[in-house]
Structure formats: structure tokens, C-alpha cells
């Protein structure tokens, strides 16, 4: 999973364009730190995830994901996974469970 997670937050950070270097000035860290989280080699406190989020702004899904791609699983157009659809469907209006 560490290593998901230091995928992740390699995509996400190519994604928004940034060096591993600004990402570390960004959230206060030390490059050599950043290299580690995203080799999977250190488990980042939960106060650096939240400053690694709100720097590269993608959404916690984007960071926590545990398959790339969506492979295997459907998503809906929200990107959420299409099992959760079907379980909001059967509350009715009045919050109750149908």
C-alpha cells in the first residue's frame, strides 16, 4: 500500500507539473523526504499527506487509490466507484433504506 501511495503522489505531482524539489519547498519538506514517500521507502504523516493534497489540489481518491487506471472497477462520470450508485439508489427520499 506505501507503495501505492508514493505512486500516487508521483502521478499527481507530474500531473500538476511540479519537480519533486518544489513539491518539497511547497510542504516544507526535505527533497531527499519527498524522493522516499514516493519510492515507497517512507510512510508520510497524516499532516504531510494533507499538505502534499492541498499542494498538488487533487482529490484524497487521486492519492489513497488503490488501482490505477480503474482497471477491474466501473466508475460513474463523478469518478466514483459504480458499486457505491447502486447503494445510494436504494435510499428513498425520506433517508429510509428501500
Given amino acids: 500500500m506505501l507503495a501505492r501511495l508514493g505512486e500516487n503522489i508521483q502521478a499527481?505531482?507530474?500531473?500538476?507539473?511540479?519537480?519533486?524539489?518544489?513539491?518539497?519547498?511547497?510542504?516544507?519538506?526535505?527533497?531527499?523526504?519527498?524522493q522516499k514517500i514516493e519510492a515507497g521507502e517512507l510512510n508520510p504523516k497524516s499532516t504531510t499527506l494533507f499538505r502534499i493534497q492541498a499542494a498538488i489540489r487533487c482529490s484524497w481518491d487521486t492519492l489513497l487509490a488503490r488501482e490505477r487506471g480503474g482497471r477491474g472497477r466501473r466508475v460513474d462520470e463523478d469518478g466514483a466507484p459504480a458499486e457505491n450508485r447502486t447503494r445510494i439508489s436504494r435510499l428513498g427520499n425520506d433517508g429510509s433504506i428501500r
Avoid: T
Avoid at 24 to 31: M, R
Fill in 12 to 34: 499527481a505531482r507530474k500531473a500538476h507539473g511540479f519537480s519533486q524539489e518544489r513539491l518539497a519547498e511547497l510542504i516544507d519538506l526535505h527533497p531527499r523526504a519527498v
